[in-house]
């Protein structure tokens, strides 16, 4: 009978903190788009310098041949970064699967994943900027005008019970940005 018990107790307890642990890929309040979007386009701009250092094609000593070889290793992996964050937090969090516009911000995904291979494998600019395009647009398919994250304002609730329990004023800090409906939701 206790052997039985236990067993249950366990199996509860795995479930359970499974349910908990795993609702999102990433934990909530870490990541907001504005951060993510500013990797993004301070990618595309050390890309533009390293393309650019890349086709200047002045290595005659062995210090050019290093320093053409790090712009190499930073375009590799700065493009793996890239390719990882549009994958962990856009394809795996941010995208719904039951959303009307799922099926274009996959397609606008998969396109900049596939110019961030070419952009590793070559040194021309007109991957970058078609990398560039699409991102502009794919940025724009998560801005909901008015938007305010549903995190800060159950923060801001609490704040103000505090306050209104302590009779003391607390500083508020609003925090609204234009971001996915669903961002926080769980």
């Not at 305010?148 to 103000?160: R, T």
Request: a negative charge; aromatic letters at 10%.
């Amino acid at each position: 009978m206790f052997k039985e018990f236990f067993i249950y107790t366990l199996a509860s307890q795995l479930l359970i903190q499974t349910f908990v642990s795993s609702h999102c890929q990433l934990p909530c309040g870490i990541y907001h788009d504005e951060m993510v979007f500013d990797q993004i386009d301070q990618y595309v701009e050390t890309m533009v310098k390293a393309i650019s250092v890349l086709n200047e094609d002045n290595y005659k000593t062995v210090q050019d041949h290093n320093v053409s070889t790090r712009w190499i290793m930073l375009k590799e992996s700065g493009s793996n970064e890239v390719a990882d964050i549009i994958t962990t937090y856009f394809l795996q969090q941010k995208i719904k699967p039951d959303e009307a516009d799922t099926t274009k911000k996959v397609l606008s995904a998969h396109k900049m994943l596939f110019s961030l291979v070419k952009i590793k494998q070559m040194v021309d600019l007109k991957f970058l900027n078609d990398f560039y395009e699409e991102w502009e647009k794919f940025k724009l398919m998560f801005h909901i005008e008015g938007y305010k994250c549903k995190v800060s304002q159950k923060k801001l609730e609490k704040m103000k019970q505090k306050t209104q329990e302590n009779s003391e004023p607390t500083s508020t800090h609003t925090h609204t940005h234009d971001d996915d409906h669903h961002d926080h939701t769980h």
